[in-house]
């Protein structure tokens, strides 16, 4: 019982920590610190985005994770990430942000007020449908491809990052 009750206590420490740590560190700071957001990360980098992301905000992010970076065509995040492409790939990253802070409950709300879909738009001008697919919610990007929100509510000073399974593309 003992050793049950330590690891109890410890888990909730660590939880406690962590939350506070994300409390403290910006979307950039939060994505940093995740072995699954490198090439998001890396992209973020390449586009001259830190400062913007560093910024008040509020910001939703739409994070996705390295293995969604690739079931990209092969050779297109090296393409991406060269400097010619700057452009594009600042294009592709602001079209999974959103400005104010959406948290979990409130896209879920938005879906059901919208009688099973919520639209919004992203920092880039175009916008993405969220909706719930057999308890998931589901966003479409602009030309019907389909990402899963695999994680969310990972709070960031300046805003709420929620992680999806696929990069969404716009127009």
């Given at each position: 019982?003992?050793?049950?009750?330590?690891?109890?206590?410890?888990?909730?420490?660590?939880?406690?920590?962590?939350?506070?740590?994300?409390?403290?560190?910006?979307?950039?700071?939060?994505?940093?610190g995740s072995k699954d957001h490198t090439t998001l990360v890396a992209a973020v980098k390449a586009a001259d985005l830190v400062a913007t992301l560093k910024g008040a905000g509020p910001f939703t992010v739409f994070a996705p994770a390295?293995?969604?970076?690739?079931?990209?065509?092969?050779?297109?995040?090296?393409?991406?990430?060269?400097?010619?492409?700057?452009?594009?790939?600042?294009?592709?990253?602001?079209?999974?942000?959103?400005?104010?802070?959406?948290?979990?409950?409130?896209?879920?709300?938005?879906?059901?007020?919208?009688?099973?879909?919520?639209?919004?738009?992203?920092?880039?001008?175009?916008?993405?449908?969220?909706?719930?697919?057999?308890?998931?919610?589901?966003?479409?990007?602009?030309?019907?491809?389909?990402?899963?929100?695999?994680?969310?509510?990972?709070?960031?000073?300046?805003?709420?990052?929620?992680?999806?399974?696929?990069?969404?593309?716009?127009?």
């Amino acid at each position: 019982m003992k050793k049950i009750l330590k690891a109890v206590v410890f888990s909730t420490a660590v939880l406690f920590a962590s939350f506070a740590n994300a409390q403290s560190s910006d979307v950039v700071d939060v994505a940093m610190g995740s072995k699954d957001h490198t090439t998001l990360v890396a992209a973020v980098k390449a586009a001259d985005l830190v400062a913007t992301l560093k910024g008040a905000g509020p910001f939703t992010v739409f994070a996705p994770a390295n293995s969604a970076f690739d079931k990209l065509p092969k050779g297109t995040v090296e393409n991406l990430l060269k400097p010619e492409s700057k452009e594009s790939l600042a294009k592709l990253l602001t079209y999974h942000v959103v400005s104010g802070k959406l948290m979990a409950a409130d896209v879920m709300a938005a879906i059901k007020a919208g009688k099973g879909k919520a639209v919004v738009k992203t920092v880039q001008g175009e916008s993405l449908t969220a909706s719930v697919v057999k308890g998931k919610v589901i966003l479409t990007d602009s030309k019907g491809g389909k990402a899963t929100v695999t994680a969310t509510d990972l709070a960031a000073s300046n805003g709420v990052i929620h992680v999806i399974d696929s990069v969404v593309m716009p127009k």
